[in-house]
């Protein structure tokens, strides 16, 4: 007997789930909730769900609607979908945010979309290791003044940069391999930016394109590493920042305090506060001195600061520097 191709569909999307149950459950009682989603969405609705899933949420991937639940209990769709494909711990709503490609209204009672790649999880404070200590932190390093002088060249063109922002971009990008700028600034009008180095659908700033006389092998590999790299949103007067990839990326903003912020894949953080920052004109980083209020800098699966091997972010081989419009 032939399977129906609706029946196709459910079978694939349940073989897909997540291979690690949750800390207080089995996929077992999760199963009745998930064919009673399944049953209730459209076929274009589980196919649209079928691609995302298959996709790991590579390219530009559409809303998967899905009816409200009416009065009977249990999982919000979102939450049991993300539980199922994404993070098996999961277990609130507030944990998650919804990404800003997504184009659900939100709201009770209202058709939203489930879509499990729309969602990221929310990135909390962590408390910091312990300081890297294979070198004594007191230790003056040999090169002190060359080390100075190149910073200071690294953040001169920062300052510089910065007054090329009137061309309605609300931000800037530089891509910087060491403390080599690679490529152009690239200019951001659009509310929502891509950084990646592969992505398969989609559009946005693509560092593999970009070229290099002296790229060492150091930068190759961690720039093989970013893979579907990151999303920089603006929405309100704030920057999030969504880790797309399969690696860790590393994140220092002044309204984000003086630590370097290590953000998992999947996971999402508000980088930048446009009120906040009013407030931090003459901002210092205690390790790299005076910083420009209004960037963020951004480093691909390697931390910098004393908490990690490399000092400085001029040590990453593969970092991004976001230079912001001050007018947002």
Known sequence: MFRSRRAS?????WRLRCTTPGPDDSHGPLKPA???????????ELESLLRAVESRGAGELGCVWVEPRGSKPGLPAPLL???????????????????????SPGGEGAVHCCNPHHFS?????????PPY???????VPLKWPNILDNKRKVWQDTSLSQHSLKDGAWCK?????????VGRLHPVHDDS???????????????????????SQTVRRARAKIGQGLTLSREGGHVWAYNRGDHPVFISSPTLGLAVHKILPGYSVKAFDFERASGLEGWRDPDDGPCDTYTVRISFTKGWGPSYSRRFITSCPCWLEVLLNRHG
């Open 9 to 13: 569909l459910i079978q694939r999307l």
């Open 34 to 44: 998930a064919h009673a989603l399944f049953k209730k969405l459209k076929d274009a």
């Open 81 to 103: 979908l993300c539980r199922l494909y994404r993070w098996p711990d999961l277990r609130h709503l507030h944990e998650l945010k919804r990404l800003s490609c997504c184009r």
């Open 121 to 129: 999880r929310l990135a909390t404070p962590e408390t910091p290791p």
């Open 133 to 139: 200590c294979k070198i004594s932190p007191f230790a």
């Open 173 to 181: 990008l530089a891509y910087w391999e060491y403390r080599l700028r």
């Open 193 to 215: 930016v891509n950084i990646f180095s592969e992505l398969p659908a989609g559009d946005g700033f693509c560092v593999a394109q970009l070229a290099s006389r002296s790229r």
